[in-house]
T-cell receptor
Framework: DTEVTQTPKHLVMGMTNKKSLKCEQH?????MYWYKQKAKKPPELMFV???????INESVPSRFSPECPNSSLLNLHLHALQPEDSALYLC????????????FGSGTQLSVL | DAKTTQPPSMDCAEGRAANLPCNHS???????VYWYRQIHSQGPQYIIH???NNETNEMASLIITEDRKSSTLILPHATLRDTAVYYC???????????????FGSGTQLTVLP
């Protein structure tokens, strides 16, 4: 199984809502990532988890809160988002956190109203 | 990490070889060249990577010039399903923190024409 599964595929939320994005992999990878991709732009790194611990936070606003409950799961908790946070949120995993061969999910398309 | 320069778009006829260039003139000795692609509405997909030697796998070939300042990704027989944005990324193997993570540039939109 070389898949990274993300749910939901689409999400619409208001600025006062709290929602969570979920990501799962069963490849035994020890590193997991969140990327954000605005329309017609390249993906931008948000967070890196290595061995279930947050190792990199690319100065992401606190309204985005990552969580890694175990080695197979990665969540991104969303609270009080702004319309400009509307984007495709991509999860990825890799064997180690050296940024080598990453496996990406298909993403969650988020719209903030 | 060294920056890369890619043409914004390219066309290729179906069944012909697609040659996608990438310039990385400031690459340093321990930096690898990676290629990913992103088909519309999907996440990026790893294609291939190399350091000095040319590399080939079931998806593509990677040709790196001797001075390592540029490279070419070759899709030998392009199909319509190869239409995607192709990203050339240079990444340091021994960097730490954010520097050793993948940083995507603007990429090349390859359109395979029937």
């Amino acid at each position: 199984d070389t898949e990274v599964t993300q749910t939901p595929k689409h999400l619409v939320m208001g600025m006062t809502n709290k929602k969570s994005l979920k990501c799962e992999q069963h490849m035994g990878h020890r590193a997991m990532y969140w990327y954000k991709q605005k329309a017609k732009k390249p993906p931008e790194l948000m967070f890196v988890y290595s061995y279930e611990k947050l190792s990199i936070n690319e100065s992401v606003p606190s309204r985005f809160s990552p969580e890694c409950p175990n080695s197979s799961l990665l969540n991104l908790h969303l609270h009080a988002l702004q319309p400009e946070d509307s984007a495709l949120y991509l999860c990825a995993s890799s064997q180690w956190d050296r940024g080598e061969k990453l496996f990406f999910g298909s993403g969650t398309q988020l719209s903030v109203l | 990490d060294a920056k890369t320069t890619q043409p914004p778009s390219m066309d290729c006829a179906e069944g012909r070889a697609a040659n996608l260039p990438c310039n990385h003139s400031t690459i340093s000795g321990n930096e690898y060249v990676y290629w990913y692609r992103q088909i519309h509405s999907q996440g990026p997909q790893y294609i291939i990577h190399g350091l000095k030697n040319n590399e080939t796998n079931e998806m593509a070939s990677l040709i790196i010039t001797e001075d390592r300042k540029s490279s070419t990704l070759i899709l030998p027989h392009a199909t319509l399903r190869d239409t995607a944005v192709y990203y050339c990324i240079v990444r340091g193997a021994f960097s730490s923190g954010s520097a050793r993570q993948l940083t995507f540039g603007s990429g090349t939109q390859l359109t395979v024409l029937p």
